[in-house]
């Protein structure tokens, strides 16, 4: 499942784009800005985050102001970190930050391999809610290092982790680009191929270091055929359960995924284009090109 495609690439070389430097495509400024409010007012009362933080937002937590809607919310969660949790994050955003050659990369292999420009992409490290790892608009990747960051991982592992984030999350920039849909509630099979395909992508570039998939690919390689049975008859549906987003014992969380990511690469082995898998404007006519 990994090197598809790894070495087919030559190294090619703003929404909140007033509150960042030109050329800086990965802003922790949230971070760093909630950092010294934290020195000066340790109790970081919501009121201090609404006016001082939210108010005059310039790192993509106003991308997450629906996952926890009021910072009387987020003053909790940030209540409930202790100082090695702070001094952790910020050597998270400090990594993120880091990453600029390694994202622009990204870029441009993911336009080089769909002739879409990514140039004005940015990436924002925040500080959340401690629900949300990674989300993405059509202009920006909002990163959530309290997620990310959490598993206490060794610097390379944390960077690598992080690459594989911004990865995925590109190529949901892509997709919102490419999309002639203004509907966006999903059947199963759509988000399973918009999810799947984001990790066919991330796949493509990262190769053996793209590991978010680890688990889930080990264990359909086991067991492919019983869940491609089980999937078909209802990937219609609007009902995820078990294949997303539904924590199960019998089997790694998301295996929608997987399945999604099966069709992917199935279906541009079968003469489908990476434009036609993006933009997704019929995923019953990808799922039977692939015809697993």
């Avoid at 929404?15 to 800086?24: E, Q, Y």
Wanted: proline share 3%; net charge negative.
């Amino acid at each position: 499942m990994k090197k598809l495609l790894s070495s087919i690439f030559s190294l090619a070389a703003l929404l909140f784009a007033d509150a960042v430097t030109a050329g800086d495509s990965i802003d922790t400024s949230a971070v760093t800005q909630l950092i010294e409010l934290k020195k000066a007012s340790p109790l970081l009362s919501a009121q201090l985050l609404e006016e001082q933080l939210l108010a005059n937002d310039a790192g993509g937590l106003a991308m997450l102001r629906g996952r926890f809607q009021n910072a009387a919310n987020l003053q909790r969660f940030y209540a409930s970190l202790n100082n090695k949790d702070w001094a952790a994050l910020n050597q998270c955003a400090a990594q993120l930050k880091a990453l600029k050659p390694e994202f622009d990369s990204i870029k441009a292999k993911l336009t080089e391999l769909t002739g879409v420009s990514l140039n004005d992409v940015k990436a924002f490290g925040v500080i959340g809610f401690g629900n949300t790892a990674a989300t993405a608009s059509p202009t920006a990747i909002v990163m959530g290092l309290e997620m990310i960051c959490a598993s206490g991982e060794n610097p390379a592992k944390t960077a690598l982790l992080l690459e594989n984030y911004l990865a995925h999350e590109l190529v949901h920039v892509l997709q919102y680009r490419l999309t002639k849909r203004t509907d966006f509630r999903f059947n199963l099979l759509e988000i399973s191929l918009l999810e799947g395909s984001a990790d066919y992508f991330a796949d493509i570039l990262l190769g053996d270091e793209y590991t978010l998939d680890d688990a889930r690919s080990e264990y359909g390689e086991n067991e492919g055929s019983a869940l491609l049975e089980s999937f078909e008859p209802a990937m219609l549906s609007y009902d995820y359960a078990p294949w997303l987003y539904t924590p199960l014992e019998s089997m790694p969380t998301d295996m929608g995924y997987w399945i999604g990511f099966k069709l992917a690469d199935a279906y541009v082995k079968n003469g489908g284009t990476f434009i036609e898998l993006l933009a997704l404007d019929n995923a019953k006519k990808i799922y039977d090109r692939a015809n697993l």
